[in-house]
C-alpha cells in the first residue's frame, strides 16, 4: 500500500485545516489507519486512530474535541479534520496504515501543517 498525504499548509491560529491520505493498493478496509505527527528532532506523537471500517476511533488528549478521523473505504481515503488550530500543533503529520494481522504497515511522506504563534 502506498500512502500520500495532502492538505498541510499555514493556517492563522483558531483555524481550520483537513489533511487526506490517498491509499494506493488493494484491502484498504483491512488496514485500521492512524495519523502521526513529529517535528524535527522531537519524538513522534500519535493524534489519531480509526479503525478498519471506521467503528471506533481515538485521539491524543491535546486533540480531543478538536481533530477528527475518518475514513471513506469506497475511495481508499483517510482524513483528518482539524479545528481551532494552535501553534503547538505546528508539525509534519503522517498517515500510516496497520494491518495488525499481517503484521503490515505502512507510512505516507508527511505533510507539514504551520501555525504561526
Known amino acids: 500500500v502506498q500512502l500520500v498525504e495532502s492538505g498541510g499548509g499555514l493556517v492563522q491560529p483558531g483555524g481550520p485545516l483537513r489533511l487526506s491520505c490517498a491509499a494506493f493498493?488493494?484491502?484498504?478496509?483491512?488496514?485500521?489507519m492512524s495519523w502521526y505527527r513529529q517535528a524535527p528532532g522531537k519524538e513522534g506523537e500519535l493524534v489519531a486512530t480509526?479503525?478498519?471500517?471506521?467503528?471506533?476511533?481515538n485521539y491524543a488528549d491535546a486533540v480531543k474535541g478538536r481533530f477528527t478521523i475518518s475514513r471513506d473505504n469506497a475511495n481508499d481515503m483517510a482524513y483528518l479534520q482539524m479545528n481551532s488550530l494552535k501553534p503547538e500543533d505546528t508539525d509534519v503529520y503522517y498517515c500510516?496504515?496497520?494491518?495488525?494481522?499481517?503484521?503490515?504497515?505502512?507510512w505516507g511522506q508527511g505533510t507539514q501543517v504551520t501555525v504561526p504563534s
Open positions: 480509526i479503525t478498519s471500517f471506521g467503528g471506533r476511533t
Open positions: 493498493g488493494s484491502t484498504f478496509n483491512s488496514y485500521a
Open positions: 500510516k496504515a496497520v494491518w495488525a494481522a499481517r503484521k503490515l504497515e505502512y
